[in-house]
């Protein structure tokens, strides 16, 4: 079975994010990293070479696969600043509509710029999904 590529490790975070070329991006990922600390309890640690994560979750699949996972994290992306809701957005609709200017994937949130979403909706649709991931996966 294979190994997930990106993995966690001991890479600077605040190297990392003082590297982002795109000045609003790395001023708004300074930012986000704080949220997620300060909202998740949780330090940043880089996984792989362009993501940073919060906390971390274990998963088997029926299949027998398993790994482990950050529990939310973010990537300033060239086009966006990625969020990643690992809880996925189905059941926060309601708030989704408060949020402002986005767009998702399927556990991704992109915000061009932080001004662009109201960002007492974002800490709650992070908090929401970090205390869904706690509680789907038993984390202590």
Not at 17 to 30: N, P, Q, T, Y
């Amino acid at each position: 079975m294979a190994e997930l590529k990106t993995q966690e490790n001991d890479a600077s975070v605040d190297d990392f994010l003082a590297g982002v070329e795109h000045k609003k991006r790395r001023e708004d990922s300074f930012i986000v990293k704080e949220m997620l600390e300060r909202l998740t309890g949780e330090p940043a640690k880089m996984w792989g070479t362009s993501i940073v994560g919060f906390g971390v979750y274990e998963y088997k699949y029926p299949t027998g696969c398993s790994g482990r996972w950050m529990m939310g994290g973010f990537s300033p992306r060239k086009t966006a600043l990625t969020l990643y809701i690992m809880s996925g957005f189905s059941q926060y609709e309601g708030l989704l509509l408060k949020l402002g200017k986005y767009k998702t994937g399927k556990s991704c949130l992109y915000i061009n710029k932080l001004e662009d979403v109201d960002r007492d909706v974002l800490e709650q649709l992070i908090t929401l999904s970090f205390d869904h991931m706690k509680e789907k996966y038993s984390v202590s």
